[in-house]
């Protein structure tokens, strides 16, 4: 007998039931898919010798992947397909974190879903988790084995029983898939390195240095600092390996159809196991041509739009992520283009706005965030942005040179400060970082430093001064708000929920030491956080606050990612001001960037709320009483309002 939900294959290749007792066939699946999957893939592998065998390796992948697919996957898809855009809600929030470093391994997380759900979190992204190297790790981006998890963080036991703990707190995991590249450890390259061909095909590998020095001239270096040019010599095999990013990482060769599949059952394997969000780590980089810049290629958006087709089919519960941190024009493609709008990425990180933020912070003016909105509005419906304030990677300044020239700014120099000043080599900074992979000959550099520290709270704290220490804590409080409300899922960074500043242990580390953004990736000690429970603490205002921001977002659907947002119109250049709507319901979101109190007049809420007498302030828990446009209202110094009108 088949109880409902229940997964039974009646055919193991063919057929099984999916949610309920209805029969889904694999071949009635793949054939609303097989013609646009077909010329994807005859567009990249069009002549190749590997071409018509790979091609059944595809489907067999596709096919095995939906007959295993658990009955509680095949009832959480549905339950998703019937919400119709579950990844848009307002009720996802987010947070990133590293296993070993949040709370010493998998079950160590596990024991701490209680404290991520009281804040409000119901989306957990573990940073990578499967086996790498440690001394040559790239923070878990160097993989050596897609399908073990590496023994620091525990067993494949301990993951399952963290999702299956998850599944019943109604909350969604995120993991990490690393296409562009393996560890030099992986097994291919091991077999690579002792001169089997099949697996050299793999990699990009060359026996002298004629094409890597063309493609070398080309390529802009991704590390200048610690890992010059973008490949590297193997002495085993006397040959050169394309390492875009660091020596030990080989980049995988795409235009051999083996990888593709072979990368695409890892991506299967991972939704299967139960992940809601797949990240998909530097898809920009995932074909390579003589004479481009290997980058944002049309074949890599050919990729990831076969990927999302093979995922409909098999696992369509599964949401892909692409993790292109990439100038604007660029980042909106990953939704799709064209006939494939809304059918690349589900999510993109809303890096630009990111940057942008840090941008008003540090100058305390919105213009050039303004400007940008126009370009980035354009996002497809249906896709959604990853929003937030800070993430384990570097802080890059990659908004447009147009948009902060539009705003009266010398593009260079406008970098410029905004290196100095979250360096805090700029005079009277309060900023606690440091610059990353600087670039000596274009001066071009990213900015590292944790959410608390580039706020000012290392200085303010360090230096005793309750002042500036309240300051410190409005401007985190500010900059978290402005990225949970503005449209998208929210993904906190753990540990600025409760301020952690720069963590200079990695100085000691030989693994680490060449890589400050391990100052931005503390290591939790739970004392410090325990003390959330003692009221004026630093750590008990920012957890509180963050609380309180993230359950005003989920009361209230506006808040879902539905392309319904209206940026305000004001003159006030210290002002972020943007409209959040759903039917009748209206919320106004309100942002002061700048040191001093703005008064502002009651008319930036009439064109939108016309009959409305009085507005309530969220975020305040204020009633104020509606004036004439003559009259003025306060929003104190990095202070906000989300508010509605009555």
Not at 6 to 26: F, K, M, Q, S, W
Not at 34 to 54: F, G, K, M, S, V
Not at 579 to 608: P, T, V
Request: overall charge negative; some cysteine; aromatic content about 12%.
């Amino acid at each position: 007998m088949i109880e409902p939900g229940a997964a039974e294959l009646t055919d193991p290749n063919t057929t099984l039931y999916r949610g309920d007792n209805t029969i889904v066939d694999i071949e009635y699946v793949w054939a609303s898919h097989q013609i646009e999957i077909r010329q994807i893939y005859d567009t990249l592998y069009n002549d190749h010798p590997y071409q018509t065998a790979c091609w059944h390796l595809l489907y067999q992948s596709i096919s095995k992947a939906f007959s295993s697919r658990a009955a509680a996957l095949n009832k959480k898809d549905k339950l998703k397909a019937q919400s119709k855009g579950w990844h848009l809600s307002n009720n996802l929030a987010g947070i990133s974190l590293y296993v070993d470093r949040f709370n010493k391994d998998i079950k160590g997380i596990c024991s701490k879903l209680d404290y991520l759900q009281h804040l409000g979190i119901n989306v957990l992204h573990l940073m990578p988790i499967f086996q790498s190297p440690p001394a040559e790790s790239d923070g878990g981006y160097a993989v050596s084995d897609f399908r073990k998890v590496d023994p620091r963080f525990g067993t494949s036991a301990d993951l399952e029983l963290l999702i299956e703990e998850m599944n019943k707190r109604g909350m969604y995991l995120m993991l990490d898939i690393v296409l562009n590249h393996t560890s030099h450890h992986h097994e291919w390259a091991l077999k690579a390195k002792k001169g089997e061909s099949k697996y050299q095909e793999y990699y990009y590998m060359y026996e002298d240095r004629t094409i890597p020095d063309k493609m070398d001239q080309t390529m802009p270096e991704i590390f200048p600092e610690s890992s010059p040019g973008s490949f590297t010599y193997i002495k085993e095999c006397n040959q050169w390996v394309m390492t875009v990013f660091h020596s030990y990482q080989w980049d995988l060769n795409f235009k051999n159809p083996r990888v593709l599949v072979e990368m695409l059952d890892h991506i299967l394997y991972y939704a299967n196991l139960g992940v809601d969000i797949l990240r998909i780590d530097a898809p920009a980089f995932i074909w390579k041509e003589i004479g481009t810049n290997c980058q944002n290629l049309p074949q890599a958006h050919e990729i990831l739009r076969l990927i999302k087709h093979c995922v409909q089919i098999a696992t369509p519960g599964m949401t892909l992520l692409g993790e292109a941190i990439v100038a604007p024009k660029e980042i909106m493609k990953y939704f799709g283009e064209g006939a494939y709008s809304a059918r690349e990425c589900d999510f993109a990180y809303n890096a630009t706005l990111m940057a942008l933020q840090w941008d008003a912070l540090a100058t305390g003016k919105t213009q050039i965030m303004r400007n940008a909105q126009l370009q980035l509005s354009s996002k497809p419906l249906g896709a959604s942005w990853i929003s937030y304030t800070r993430c384990h990677d570097d802080i890059g300044l990659g908004f447009s040179d147009e948009d902060i020239s539009k705003s009266g700014f010398d593009p260079y120099l406008h970098r410029k400060f905004l290196q100095e000043y979250y360096a805090g080599s700029y005079a009277d900074s309060p900023a606690a970082g440091a610059l990353f992979s600087v670039n000596p000959r274009t001066n071009d550099a990213r900015i590292s430093g944790t959410l608390a520290s580039l706020c000012g709270l290392e200085k303010a704290f360090n230096a005793n001064d309750t002042i500036a220490i309240q300051r410190s804590i409005d401007k985190i409080l500010l900059m978290q708000a402005h990225s949970f409300f503005i449209g998208g899922l929210p993904m906190l960074f753990y540990g600025d929920e409760v301020g952690y500043t720069n963590d200079y242990g990695y100085l000691a580390d030989l693994s680490k030491s060449y890589d400050n953004r391990w100052m931005h990736r503390p290591v939790i000690d739970w004392l410090k956080n325990d003390r959330i429970h003692k009221i004026g603490t630093i750590e008990s205002n920012l957890y509180y606050g963050t609380r309180h921001l993230l359950s005003i977002r989920q009361k209230f659907t506006s808040f879902a990612d539905l392309n319904n947002i209206i940026w305000l119109p004001n003159e006030n250049i210290h002002l972020s001001a943007y409209l959040r709507y759903e039917q009748d319901q209206k919320i106004f979101c309100l942002f002061n960037f700048s040191a001093h109190a703005l008064y502002l007049s009651w008319y930036i809420f009439k064109e939108h709320a016309e009959e409305g007498e009085v507005l309530f302030d969220h975020w305040g828990g204020e009633a104020m009483v509606i004036g004439p446009d003559q009259e003025w209202f306060k929003i104190s110094a990095y202070g906000m309002m989300i508010a509605e009108v009555k």
